[in-house]
């Protein structure tokens, strides 16, 4: 199918020019770049592999078997913003992160502008239907933003507070099983949303887009935390004088 060779061709890519980095660079920096394309390329592989197998099928059913037909919990509404809310609140506490709190949000947002252009374009492209019969199944829209906020905290706190780094992956794992639990999404579409949210975070703190702009470096005591709730979005913001 179309969207097969889409994902195909963008991991051969992908691949390529790490490969041809990984030539550029010393052995040390490079081994660490390709380590860190490992994850997310395996984790679209798998879905492609297992995109509308027997396996991923019959995987489906027995899971609602497990947990019933009738079952939902739709808790992946919001473990899907938690690392988000890691993020500013460590900030908040003074937690030591890798970049300034405007530079995170900066990040932030392109990591998820960047996978949630790919996942919507993915979706249109494969039009998978969902296990309770919905449209526009793969990749999990869920899974994608939870796993690039997962990964920006990730590269954020890893050398501060490696604990607080991972937990982001923890929720958007939570995620990514409850997509499945509550029958809105098939194993490949969890696995691919998370292959490209991770790989979107990666990208972005690779490139470092717009690094040098930041208008608050140099103000101390200014504070901005986004919030979501429902469908309610904004940002709170504070100044100590």
Request: aromatic share 14%; glycine share 6%; net charge positive.
């Amino acid at each position: 199918m179309n969207y097969r060779i889409i994902l195909l061709a963008v991991i051969f890519v992908f691949s390529q020019i790490t490969r041809s980095n990984a030539q550029k660079m010393d052995s040390v920096y490079s081994k660490k770049k390709i380590k860190q394309a490992v994850v997310p390329s395996t984790l679209v592989t798998l879905a492609i592999l297992i995109n509308g197998s027997r396996f991923e099928k019959n995987l489906q059913t027995q899971l609602r078997n497990e947990v019933g037909n009738t079952f939902s919990f739709p808790i992946d509404d919001f473990t899907q913003y938690v690392p988000i809310a890691e993020l500013y609140l460590a900030d908040i506490v003074g937690v030591k992160s890798k970049n300034h709190w405007f530079d995170q949000s900066k990040n932030l947002f392109i990591s998820n502008l960047i996978s949630a252009a790919i996942t919507h374009g993915l979706k249109n492209i494969a039009n998978k239907t969902r296990p309770d019969g919905g449209d526009h199944s793969f990749p999990s829209g869920h899974t994608t933003l939870a796993f690039t906020n997962a990964a920006v905290l990730h590269h954020e706190f890893k050398e501060s507070s490696p604990f607080l780094a991972y937990t982001g992956f923890a929720f958007a794992a939570t995620t990514g099983t409850f997509r499945i639990l509550n029958n809105k999404h098939w194993l490949s579409d969890v696995l691919l949303g998370a292959g490209i949210g991770i790989a979107a975070a990666e990208l972005v703190y690779y490139f470092e887009p717009f690094k040098n702009f930041n208008p608050f470096k140099k103000i101390e005591g200014f504070s901005f935390v986004p919030f979501a709730q429902s469908n309610n979005y904004g940002f709170y913001i504070s100044y100590k004088f």
